[in-house]
Structure formats: C-alpha cells, structure tokens
Nanobody
Framework: QVQLVESGGGLAQLGGSLRLSCVAS????????MGWFRQAPGRAREFVAA???????YYSDSAKGRFTVSGDSAKNILDLQMNNLKPEGTGVYYC?????????????????WGQGTQVTVAA
C-alpha cells in the first residue's frame, strides 16, 4: 500500500506564503498524476492543483496565479508553493495520486491519499 506523507503546513499571515511537500513511500509506484486538495471546515474536499507525470500542471481558479505546483515524478514528490494566501485558504491540504490516464479534478478520480496537513491563514 502506497503511503503519501505531506509536510509544510502551519500558520501563515494574510498575504503570506507556505510551501507544502508530498512524497510517496514507494518509488516504484508510478501514478499518472499527483494532486493537492483542500478541505475547509464543514466543506467538501476540493481540487487545488495537480501535476501529471509528463509535467503538465493544472490549477483551480482560486489557485491560478498564486499557487505553483512542482515536483519530480520519478521520485513521486509533489510540492505546492502558495503565495498571497487568503483566509479561504485555511483547511487541511491532502496530497493524492491518480492512475487514470488524465488529470482529474474530482476527489473520486484519485486513488491514494495522504493524512493531510493543516494550513491556517490568519486574517
């Protein structure tokens, strides 16, 4: 069973930055894509950003222009640089992998999930 471990969460000031990292435990595992989702209190998990194993990047409208997803598909590492954080950025951020041959934006399209890392944006 592949394990995903996220790190880098914490408290950020309004307009500040945080960088999240995710690594999969099995280097032989080869997902088509890795992505980040956010779950705010009382809300469903929502897509933030993803990267395919060919380096293609995908963003939600709220993340576009402020967040940058990057990584190393050979090492199953995925980072998320978050700049100009807003209060709605508060939530638990989950890393996930997908084996389907496209980059989805739905929770159901991802197969393995990490435990999540908390991000809190202080107003």
């Amino acid at each position: 069973q592949v394990q995903l471990v996220e790190s880098g969460g914490g408290l950020a000031q309004l307009g500040g930055s945080l960088r999240l990292s995710c690594v999969a435990s099995d280097v032989a595992f080869s997902p088509y894509a890795m992505g980040w989702f956010r779950q705010a209190p009382g809300r469903a998990r929502e897509f933030v950003a993803a990267m395919s194993n060919r380096g293609g990047t995908y963003y939600s409208d709220s993340a576009k222009g402020r967040f940058t997803v990057s990584g190393d598909s050979a090492k199953n590492i995925l980072d998320l640089q978050m700049n100009n954080l807003k209060p709605e950025g508060t939530g638990v951020y989950y890393c996930a992998t997908a084996s389907r041959l496209y980059v989805g934006r739905k929770e159901s399209e991802y197969d393995h999930w990490g435990q999540g890392t908390q991000v809190t944006v202080a107003a």
